[in-house]
């Protein structure tokens, strides 16, 4: 049973370029939440995907932007890249509905996003 | 001030030690607790989950909530080299939430 799968494992972007990273959610799962991590920080969360709409949302400008297809898998697209933009991009995938521990979040490895 | 704050290190320890780690945080509406593992430049691991206040072993593992003082622990026995991590404790409004971590705690086990 594969886990959360996310691609590309490394990226390199310029200033002001855009960038799509992709996730697909653990089998099973229909969630999924997208969080940056800097360096030496704990995960921030993004935004929340589920049934193809975005459910919550956290304190990130509009350039970052979310889609979720109808398999569940999902990608996140951050135009205008700023220095600030690198960082650790990590997919969460989880199960609605369930209550409990049934919708624990369940990370992927991360994109590595480095803007220069 | 942060909803979730952690101590971040580096904590060094002897192996067979036993290691506490310890959150605290200001929101009173978080119901669910989590720690999870993170090694170096992976993804985090989740370890403990916990719904209100109280203890939940796994293993070497033991996670404890009181929610009176606003204060999450998790203690590790028999500590091995390769519980050596950066630990991040985590708070949610409800099961669906997001996930509100700490800043991590970095964990080194010297064998």
């Known amino acids: 049973d594969a886990g959360v799968t996310q691609s590309p494992t490394h990226l390199i972007k310029t200033r002001g370029q855009q960038v799509t990273l992709r996730c697909s959610p653990k089998?099973?799962?229909?969630?999924v939440s997208w969080y940056q991590q800097a360096l030496g920080q704990g995960p921030q969360f993004i935004f929340q995907?589920?049934?193809?709409?975005?459910?919550q949302r956290g304190n990130f400008p509009d350039r970052f932007s979310g889609h979720q297809f109808p398999n569940y898998s999902s990608e996140l697209n951050v135009n205008a890249l700023l220095l600030g933009d690198s960082a650790l991009y990590l997919c969460?995938?989880?199960?609605?509905?369930?209550?409990?521990?049934?919708?624990?979040?369940?990370f992927g490895p991360g994109t590595r996003l480095l803007v220069l | 001030q942060k909803e979730v704050e952690q101590d971040p290190g580096p904590l060094s320890v002897p192996e067979g030690a036993i290691v506490s780690l310890n959150c605290t945080y200001s929101?009173?509406?978080?119901?669910?607790f989590m720690w999870y593992r993170q090694y170096s430049r992976k993804g985090p691991e989740l370890l403990m989950y916990?719904?209100?206040?109280g203890n939940k072993e796994d293993g070497r593992f033991t996670a404890q909530v009181d929610k009176s003082s606003k204060y999450i622990s998790l203690f590790i026995r028999d500590s091995q080299p390769s519980d050596s991590a950066t630990y991040l404790c985590?708070?949610?409004?409800?099961?669906?939430?997001?996930?509100?971590f700490g800043s991590g705690t970095r964990l080194s086990i010297r064998p």
């Open positions: 985590g708070g949610l409004y409800s099961s669906a939430s997001k996930i509100i």
């Open positions: 916990t719904y209100s206040s």
């Open positions: 929101n009173s509406a978080f119901q669910y």
């Open positions: 089998s099973g799962h229909d969630t």
């Open positions: 969460a995938s989880s199960l609605s509905g369930s209550g409990g521990p049934q919708e624990t979040q369940y």
């Open positions: 995907y589920y049934e193809e709409e975005e459910r």
